[in-house]
């Protein structure tokens, strides 16, 4: 039970940063196109991880690099891909809606792809009340559905890779630090992410990055929200579950609320408090029933 308790807020510490990062986004692009964020974000962790543990393992086979690249391409360039083309496409509350389904999503994905993890009616009410949340948190009540088929379908495509990321990572199997395999997989997040920054049109200004206000938000994104968060989430997949974790996705709106409120100076109001109430029963009731998945051996987690 503790064990649970002490991944549960791995979990919640996670979703804190991870809620924070649309922020901090917002205002780099002012300066900086998605892609340059997103190359850079994803260089900046590279290179922090590479000196927390700079110690290079060989290869555990092809499989393992197959399912490395596989969640880079999920959990990386494909999730910010999509969602930031679906921007481009439809109205930003159409996607942080659509975007926030990442955990039903990972109960049918798990369910198909997974033995332990089946999906709940429980999953579905929870889904639906944090959905009813979210819904209030993104709309303010002022929240007009413009339907835009190639941007909604985009920001569903992103929600689907996540969950693939998700359930990738319970698949993954090695006995080294979870360190070195965040590391590996920015390694190869980076390699398919260059083809899209030489695509990008936007011409990259390096003076940019004297303003601190660009490079402490870029190290915020790489240190924080990538090295940090990715090596405590594959330790809350590992010990959750893919679907248990994932529920905790459901508190993203919610989180980039408060950040809002407190550094863009948004208006707080009740209907975004009784969307936040809702999203949080929505996270206890899909959290209530789910089994979480296997507990992992002290050896397949490594010690850092």
Not at 137 to 162: Q, R, T, Y
Not at 188 to 196: E, G
Not at 199 to 207: I, L, S, V, W
């Amino acid at each position: 039970m503790k064990k649970q308790q002490f991944y549960i807020l791995l979990a919640l510490i996670t979703i804190f940063f991870w809620g924070t990062t649309f922020v901090s986004t917002k205002v780099l692009l002012e300066s900086l196109s998605p892609v340059q964020i997103m190359v850079l974000r994803y260089l900046i962790a590279y290179a922090g991880l590479l000196l927390i543990y700079p110690r290079i393992h060989p290869s555990e086979g092809w499989r393992m690099e197959l399912l490395c690249l596989g969640a880079a391409l999920c959990g990386s360039t494909l999730y910010f891909l999509a969602e930031n083309f679906a921007l481009s496409f439809t109205q930003a509350s159409n996607v942080s809606l659509l975007v926030s389904a990442a955990p039903i999503l990972t109960a049918l994905v798990a369910h198909l792809f997974t033995r332990d993890e089946k999906f709940s009616r429980s999953q579905l009410l929870g889904f639906l009340c944090a959905m009813c949340g979210i819904f209030l948190v993104v709309g303010n009540g002022h929240f007009i559905l413009k339907l835009s088929p190639a941007g909604d379908l985009l920001a569903v495509g992103a929600a689907l890779s996540w969950a693939f990321y998700t359930v990738l990572l319970r698949k993954i199997h090695t006995r080294y630090p979870p360190v070195h395999l965040t590391r590996r997989i920015f390694f190869y997040s980076i390699l398919t992410m260059l083809p899209c920054l030489a695509a990008d049109p936007r011409p990259f200004e390096p003076t940019v990055l004297r303003e601190p206000v660009v490079w402490g938000n870029l190290l915020f994104l790489g240190l924080v929200a990538s090295s940090l968060c990715y090596v405590l989430w594959y330790h809350v997949v590992r010990g959750l579950g893919a679907v248990r974790a994932n529920n905790f996705v459901y508190l993203n709106p919610m989180v980039t609320m408060i950040a809002s409120v407190i550094v863009l100076r948004e208006r707080i109001t009740i209907l975004m408090l009784l969307g936040a109430a809702l999203i949080l029963a929505g996270v206890m009731i899909a959290d209530g029933t789910v089994r979480p998945g296997p507990q992992l051996e002290e050896n397949e987690h490594g010690q850092e």
